[in-house]
């Protein structure tokens, strides 16, 4: 079955540093989405990248769908306290078949 | 709107027993979802439904039962609980008819089965 791969499992940085997560999938994607999710908390949607190459920016955060369609990646700028959380990758193979594959997530931790 | 709501928010069961957690979602989405998260793992999908008396197997559905009469209601079902169910179960919902793939989650059931 189709598998989605992240890495690191955990980075740890100091306020003010980059991150970066990547996210890569076994198979072509037709498209894949990001989600934060806070200690104790849920799963929130942050973006869906598409298209092949596609670069969206939300502030500090950067996503990018890889030419082959088979990863991405998120990176944030200047990180701050806020940023603490998991971060998950999930791939969808087919858009009609209403599923998607999640990554196991790259648990973030910001030192003040 | 409430979104995505779901009951209990802490169960502990014993070994054998069953239980139903209740899902329900008030954004008139026909896609739902059911998932488990293990202690520093990710989201594995138990079972999923495109819309109402529709139901399929997701990655792990040995040990579960789901059903949907309504578009409302996903609610999933443990028979004879086993420790290996220990988890955080999240129930999610999406909308169909655009390519906005978009889950939203509940705040989730937090299930120990000693």
């Known amino acids: 079955g189709q598998q989605v791969m992240q890495i690191p499992q955990y980075q740890h940085v100091q306020e003010g540093e980059d991150f970066t997560t990547y996210c890569n999938s076994s198979t072509t994607l037709s498209n894949i989405q990001w989600y934060k999710q806070r200690p104790g908390g849920h799963p929130v949607f942050l973006i869906q990248?598409?298209?092949?190459?596609e670069v969206k920016k939300q502030k500090r955060l950067t996503f990018q769908f890889g030419e082959a369609k088979k990863n991405s990646s998120l990176h944030i700028t200047a990180t701050q306290t806020t940023d603490v959380g998991t971060y998950f990758c999930a791939g969808a193979r087919d858009t009609n078949a209403g599923k998607s594959t999640f990554g196991d997530g790259t648990t973030l931790t910001v030192k003040p | 709107n409430a979104g995505v709501t779901q009951t209990p928010k802490f169960r502990i069961l014993k070994i054998g027993q069953s239980m139903t957690l209740q899902c329900t979602q008030d954004m008139n989405h026909n896609y739902m979802y059911w998932y488990r998260q293990d202690p520093g793992m990710g989201l594995k999908l138990i079972y999923y439904s495109v819309g109402a008396g529709i139901t399929d197997k997701g990655e792990v559905p040995n040990g579960y039962n789901v059903s949907r009469s309504t578009t409302e209601d996903f609610p999933l079902r443990l028979e004879l609980a086993a420790p290996s169910q220990t988890s955080v179960y999240f129930c999610?919902?999406?909308?169909?008819?655009?390519?906005?793939?978009?889950?939203?989650f509940g705040p989730g059931t937090r299930l120990t089965v000693l």
């Open positions: 990248l598409v298209k092949s190459g």
């Open positions: 999610a919902s999406r909308s169909t008819g655009t390519h906005y793939n978009e889950q939203f």
